[in-house]
């Protein structure tokens, strides 16, 4: 989590929070017909606006597995090749090839933010900020033989 997230997430938390805290000081002050009455009224509300909201996260929790991971080559200097290979239901056979090329003259000069797929997310394969002079190759879910030459 990035700081800026983390920012969000301590300001969300203290929003509800200090929203709750009011709430019980206004049901607390209240008669007892009126806090039930606005119960009411909140827990009504609560429920309309909850019933979208779950009907949204059950269509994202339904979207195929590939959508939520990639593969992604980003701010990188790579002075040879990239294979990535991934969701192959069959062998897969990478062949030996020499890579004659020069080492790169330095590292990147900035790497951004992650891109739409990042470490930790499932299936996802990522390189992001590398500087390499060879191949990188990266296999993930081969349903028969891998077969890597070098």
């Given at each position: ?29 209240t ?10 009224v ?5 429920a309309v ?27 990188s ?11 192959v ?6 062949g030996?090839?020499?890579w ?33 002079a ?17």
């Amino acid at each position: 989590m990035t700081g800026v997230q983390r920012t969000v997430v301590w300001a969300a938390v203290l929003s509800v929070g200090v929203l709750l805290v009011g709430l019980g000081v206004f049901v607390g002050v209240t008669r007892l017909d009126d806090a039930d009455k606005w119960g009411s009224v909140v827990g009504a509300l609560v429920a309309v606006l909850g019933l979208p909201l779950t009907v949204y996260g059950v269509v994202l929790a339904r979207r195929p597995s590939s959508a939520t991971g990639g593969q992604s080559v980003t701010s990188s200097v790579i002075g040879g090749g990239v294979t990535q290979v991934r969701e192959v239901r069959g062998n897969v056979r990478i062949g030996g090839t020499a890579w004659p090329v020069p080492i790169p003259a330095g590292p990147p000069a900035a790497v951004p933010g992650p891109g739409t797929a990042g470490p930790g997310e499932p299936a996802s394969q990522a390189v992001t900020g590398a500087w390499t002079a060879g191949p990188v190759q990266q296999v993930n879910d081969v349903g028969g033989d891998a077969d890597i030459d070098r």
